[in-house]
């Protein structure tokens, strides 16, 4: 008998969905699998206001067609967020927080804070105004080695950041590291991460793996296995502080394979089955529907889904290309097969 199941459609808590003609193609990508998706400000040029928030959305809502995907909005954080701005935020039914970049960690992310000094009042008043932060944590010091902008990033900034402002919200994006898992865990309630399926699934030998990758070049990078055991471990805790955010971030074929391929990883197409496939790896199938579908809801105060996905155990093979309008689109493991398909 094959083998069924069947869960609350999750959210993804972290997505890039650009704009343009890529937008309009990836968003049915995630529509099909997702309720709900956080969608993320770095555009070329960044949604940095509550008019341009609702403006992106519209834009975004132009491409779902019939299905009842709702995107939620972030704003990116910069300097002229005051009181007004982000009471309006507080006030909005579809703008969920603020993503900080620190300038140049990133894709897109030049605008980003250069000085967390003038970011202090700002944080003051989110926590005051119960508004959550999402942060990119890493710093992104030339001088730090690359595989540990990570922890410096915690040590630094974020261990204060929580010290000072107790109740804000703050959501540690695509953690990478089992510092970073283990900070989540050991800090208060109000600290939560998301989780991305290549942090998952691969290490940095899969980046080096019989020549350079740059298909599996993301940011935060891919570190040693022992960080991706670290993470495989948080997702599979059962604690609440960890949920799925994909981070699905297409770029064009042609700008990852160059002399200097651009950071992000294409996961959309198939992501609620590449997370299926790690836990039915580790024996632990049955905690994917926390992790995907309840966990990240409660953090941000949403209400569960009451729609339902089905997955079914079968073979499922993932294309070795997608055609987004004129660009080509390398997904995240293709060309393999994995065991769980999502039933239509
Ligand atoms: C993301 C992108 O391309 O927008 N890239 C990535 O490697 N994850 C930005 C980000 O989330 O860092
Ligand atoms: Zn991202």
Known sequence: MTEELIITKPDDMHLHLREGETLKHVVMHTAKQFARAIVMPNLENPVTTVTMANRYCQEIKKHIGDSLFNPLMTLYFNDSLDSDELKKV???DNIIG??????????????????????????????EFDIPLLIHCEVSDKNVDIFDREKVFIDKYLINFHKYFPSLRIIFEHISTKEAAQFVLESGPTIAATITPQHLLLNRNDLFSGGIRPHHYCL??????????????????????????????????????????????????????????????????????????KYGASFYNLPINSSKIKLVKKPLHIPESIQIGKDQIIPLFAGKTINWHLSS
Request: aromatic share 10%; hydrophobic share 35%; glycine share 6%.
């Open 220 to 293: 935060p990078v891919l570190k040693r296995s022992a960080h991706q055991t670290a993470i495989v471990d948080a997702a599979l805790s059962g604690s609440p502080k960890f949920f799925l955010g994909t981070d699905s971030a297409p770029h064009p074929k042609n700008q990852k394979e160059s002399s200097c391929g651009c950071a992000g990883i294409y996961s959309a197409l198939s992501a609620i089955e590449l997370y299926a496939e790690v836990f039915y790896k580790n024996n632990a199938i049955n905690l994917l529907e926390n992790f995907s579908s």
């Open 90 to 92: 507080r006030d909005s």
């Open 98 to 127: 603020i993503k900080l970049y620190p300038a140049g960690v990133t894709t897109n992310s030049k605008d980003g804070v250069s000085d967390f000094k003038n970011c202090l009042p700002i944080f003051k008043m989110m926590e």
